[in-house]
């Protein structure tokens, strides 16, 4: 079983592999380059199967899950927003119109990886890749107790405690060595690190029974 984990940055993605015992991390700076090799299961933290709303059930069922930390989960991801527009602005003014709610500076931003995930995807229908939230696989590997901010110091080092007790023995050298002169922040590659365990063996998801979209794909987020 060859598992993959996939988080993005802003020169493009650390990919977490875990095949047996042997775990490596590498970055590339497009999806496709960073899923050429063979693998059986990929996670990724972005959306996967899009609304014309905004609107996915998993986002809100994920947000509950997090309680009192739902603002981890970014919600109201559109194909029109970046499709139709290059202006935050001119999109906001346009999901109002439709009665939409706006979208987020936060959420804009990662429209890019987004809009790339979401062709790729599209493209290789026949591979098992999914979607994943860290945060949501950090709550069960912390025994479902909340945690503290990942940015903050003891955020970061509690997270490091779960990964190295999942198995990641070289994190600390991949936080300092190997991180170093690739853009990836530190949260970047720890994420990446949780959603390669969700990916090798995913404890839930939410929806269990997923809708579909336009494009048939399941907007389900796994953990």
């Known amino acids: 079983m060859i598992a993959v984990g996939l988080d993005g940055f802003s020169k493009g993605w650390v990919a977490v592999t875990i095949d047996g015992d042997r775990r490596t991390i590498s970055f590339h700076t497009d999806i496709a380059d960073a899923l050429s090799r063979p ?17 996915r059930d998993c986002d809100l069922l994920a947000r509950v899950r997090l309680r009192p930390h739902t603002s981890r989960v970014f919600t109201g991801a559109r194909r029109w927003l970046w499709q139709q527009f290059d202006d935050p602005d001119l999109a906001n003014a346009e999901a109002l119109r439709r009665g939409q709610t706006r979208v987020s500076r936060q959420l804009w931003h990662l429209g890019k990886k987004i809009m790339e995930v979401d062709a790729f995807v599209r493209a290789n ?8 939230h860290p945060e949501l696989v950090f709550l069960q590997l912390n ?10 110091e003891e955020g970061d080092a509690l997270r490091c405690r779960l990964l190295k007790r999942s198995g990641f023995r070289e994190i600390d050298r991949w936080l300092t060595e190997v991180r170093i002169g690739t853009g990836a922040k530190r949260d970047d590659v720890l994420d990446a690190c949780a959603v ?28």
Do not use: N, Y
């Open 143 to 152: 025994g479902g107790e909340p945690l503290p901010r990942k940015k903050s």
């Open 196 to 223: 390669a365990l969700a990916a090798r063996e995913p404890c839930g998801s939410v929806p269990e029974a997923p809708p579909r979209d336009a494009h048939d794909l399941p907007m389900q987020i796994w953990f």
């Open 125 to 132: 229908a026949a591979r098992d890749i999914r979607e994943v």
């Open 39 to 55: 693998f059986d299961r990929a996670g990724i933290d972005i959306p996967i199967g899009l609304t014309d709303d905004g609107e």
